[in-house]
């Protein structure tokens, strides 16, 4: 089989502060960065990404393999037309040139929205299929925080979408998205689809997998898959993107449309059952700290606080200053937060060189209401190119690249610093300059969920905080315009008009 593939990610949130220019996808964000042919084998190779676990069972099936472009840019506000038209137009036209070919497989995320366009994945999916004519199959991998619509369920075969979060199974769904599509080749079957939206937004910080409602979702998702249901696909949605068709939804393919609604209908039934069960304990900064340092008193293990609202995975800047400030005025000790990215700050540890003294205004350069620096003298502790791989569960062996990197000590609290976003998911984001996070006793993390899978193992507990920031643990305290009428934007929460 002769079968070509491509990947184009982003995750929008429409309320950030910043856009994802060319440059973003050229920097990749933690992500390979942009890449082109033949040379996208070594990109994402041992990388938990969806085309690179497709890449190793295509290889292992013995497929022929053409590649197009791969590319994933750190989540913030709408891409660029410019950036958006470019990278599609190349897509498009190196799968045209593959032609003729058994089968195309995309690696997309499923919350994208460009400048000119709402629905980015479903553009990408309608363009392909022009592309590519009726008959070939087209299988896409998707992120489960994936706003689905349904331009893009009409355009491909099968939406094959993640089922952890933390996201330690991107390549897996790569190599289920591949099997799925072997049994499409073998037997020559087109699926009936099923697809429906749910009524309410989810908090992404109550979506974690390994826990309720989310783990029975998905135990049961799994059963009902069949001979006769053979992919089914829950996505709680990413609930910070202002169109129609934003939230969660359920996707389902059969051998029979019967086959299809039915697994569709019991899963949709289920996640509208669990409403009242996507909710949590949300900590103000100064709450979070102290009750961090009264369990911390008694642990031999951190206490992780999660920065939720400047979470650089769902937007942010990864650069607001009030989880920062909390820890410095409640004098914790032993302490760690990170990333905050300041390139200015960086560039000036560096200049001074470790172990000067220099006085900074640290962070909010994006501005967000409520935020402000963190003004002091700081101890330049350690310095880094910010070159290095991270081999964690989530990131599973990425080689970041974020900069010059420095580690900053007001106090005993002690600030990771670079010059480009990536979320902080794994423990080497820390090492990297110098810090060990397993001698921490409270670690604050710019991440909703993702740490999760690097750090729940070595935490006392973990903390959910609100400090000021472009993506609210609540989406119902986003300014919305454009939803579709009748959603309610949060779980039990008020109802779009």
Not at 275 to 280: K, L
Not at 456 to 471: F, K, Q, S, T, Y
Request: glycine share 10%; proline share 7%; charged share 20%.
């Amino acid at each position: 089989m002769r079968i070509a593939f491509g990947g184009f990610l982003h995750e929008t949130n429409t309320f950030a502060p910043s856009k994802a220019g060319m440059e973003a996808f050229e920097q990749g964000g933690g992500w390979p960065v942009l890449t082109h042919g033949e040379a996208v084998f070594d990109a994402i190779r041992n990388v938990n990404v969806g085309a690179s676990g497709f890449v190793e069972a295509a290889t292992d099936g013995g497929w022929e393999l053409v590649p197009a472009l791969w590319c994933a840019a750190s989540p913030s506000a709408h891409v660029t037309e410019d950036a958006f038209e470019t990278i599609t137009n190349e897509l498009v036209a190196r799968l045209r040139a593959a032609l003729p070919v058994d089968a195309v497989f995309l690696d997309l995320h499923g919350a994208m929205v460009a400048e000119h366009v709402d629905d980015g994945e479903g553009e990408v999916l309608r363009r392909v299929r022009a592309a590519i004519g009726p008959d070939v199959p087209l299988v896409s991998s998707l992120d489960l925080h994936g706003n689905v619509t349904r331009l893009m369920v009409e355009s491909a075969d099968a939406l094959i979408a993640y089922r952890t979060y933390p996201h330690v199974d991107m390549a897996e769904t790569g190599r289920r998205s591949a099997s799925y599509l072997a049994g499409v080749l073998a037997s020559g079957r087109r699926d009936f689809k099923a697809f429906r939206q749910i009524p309410y937004l989810i908090p992404i910080a109550w979506q974690a997998t390994a826990t309720e409602p989310c783990r029975t979702i998905y135990d049961r998702l799994a059963a009902l898959e069949s001979e006769t249901v053979p992919t089914l696909s829950f996505l709680p949605g990413f609930p910070a993107a202002d169109f129609p068709d934003c939230g969660g939804s359920v996707v389902a393919y059969g051998t029979s449309q019967a086959a299809a609604d039915g697994a569709a209908d019991a899963i949709a039934a289920l996640v509208e059952h669990s409403e009242d069960a996507f909710r949590g304990r949300v900590f103000t900064p100064d709450e979070g700290v102290r009750e961090a340092m009264r369990i911390a008193a008694g642990a031999s293990r951190p206490v992780v606080i999660s920065d939720t609202q400047d979470n650089p995975g769902a937007g942010g800047d990864s650069e607001t200053m009030g989880m920062a400030q909390a820890l410095v005025d409640n004098r914790a000790t032993r302490a760690a937060i990170g990333v905050i990215v300041d390139p200015v700050a960086a560039a000036a540890a560096h200049a001074a060189g470790q172990g000067a003294t220099i006085r900074l205004a640290l962070g909010a350069r994006s501005r967000i209401p409520g935020d402000a620096p963190l003004e002091g003298e700081f101890t330049v502790e350690a310095l880094s190119d910010g070159s290095f791989v991270a081999p964690g569960p989530f990131y599973g062996g990425a080689r970041m690249k974020l900069g010059p990197c420095a580690c900053l000590r007001i106090g005993e609290v002690r600030i990771v610093v670079g010059s480009r976003k990536a979320q902080m998911a794994d423990q080497a984001m820390y090492r990297q300059v110098g810090i060990e996070p397993r001698e921490q006793a409270i670690l604050v993390n710019k991440s909703s969920v993702h740490f999760r899978a690097d750090f729940e193992p070595i935490a006392e507990a973990i903390l959910v905080c609100a400090a000021p920031g472009p993506m609210p643990v609540s989406p119902a305290s986003l300014p919305w315009r454009r939803l579709r009428p009748g959603l309610r934007t949060a779980p039990k929460g008020p109802v779009f008009a």
